[in-house]
């Protein structure tokens, strides 16, 4: 009885030191960097925030990348319509268009949805559009422009939507140089 007291003791003093071990290197896993060091394999994008189009758009699911309510996204927004909002609402060189597509979004693969807008929020520290310093803030208020850009007001024509770009480039003949099929 006695060595089976002591082969328990010993086992729930293992227990308690590979707790304690366990617990000690998991603390020193999470210890925080300083502040002062950059972040990441990309220091010189720090500050900065990516806007793929069903971020802000309504028909999309919170599932398929909607992150603002429904309720305040707009409907079907394409990259052109959100770089040219925010750069309106951004200094010059803060906004950047990359052709990049969204992973969860299948439509967002092609033009006109396709396309990743990144924004510079901070620089040196400082926000550079003081009313706007966070992820959301951004998001809600790309959302909240959109809709009042001209191209989404009834009525607008679009000065190029008459233009075909084959007939202006002077092949406007009609005839084809195509070889004709001898019969039998």
Request: charged fraction near 30%; glycine fraction near 10%.
């Amino acid at each position: 009885e006695n060595s089976q007291r002591l082969l328990r003791a010993r086992e729930s003093e293992r227990e308690c030191v590979s707790i304690a071990g366990s617990l000690a290197r998991m603390a020193a896993k999470t210890t925080a960097k300083p502040t002062n060091e950059p972040r990441g394999k990309h220091p010189d994008l720090n500050g900065t925030v990516c806007i793929y189009s069903p971020y802000i758009n309504k028909h999309k699911t919170i599932q398929e990348g909607r992150r603002i309510p429904q309720d305040k996204a707009c409907g079907d927004p394409t990259a052109y319509e959100m770089m040219e909002v925010c750069k309106r609402l951004f200094p010059e060189g803060c906004v950047d268009g990359e052709n990049k597509g969204y992973s969860r979004d299948y439509e967002a693969q092609w033009a006109p949805m396709r396309g990743r807008i990144r924004v510079t929020l901070f620089k040196d520290g400082k926000p550079t559009v003081p009313e706007i310093t966070t992820r959301k803030q951004l998001f809600l208020k790309v959302a909240e422009l959109i809709p009042k850009m001209a191209t989404r007001q009834p009525g607008y024509v679009d000065p190029y939507a008459g233009k075909d770009p084959a007939a202006a480039a002077g092949g406007g003949s009609g005839t084809t140089n195509k070889k004709k099929k001898k019969g039998k």
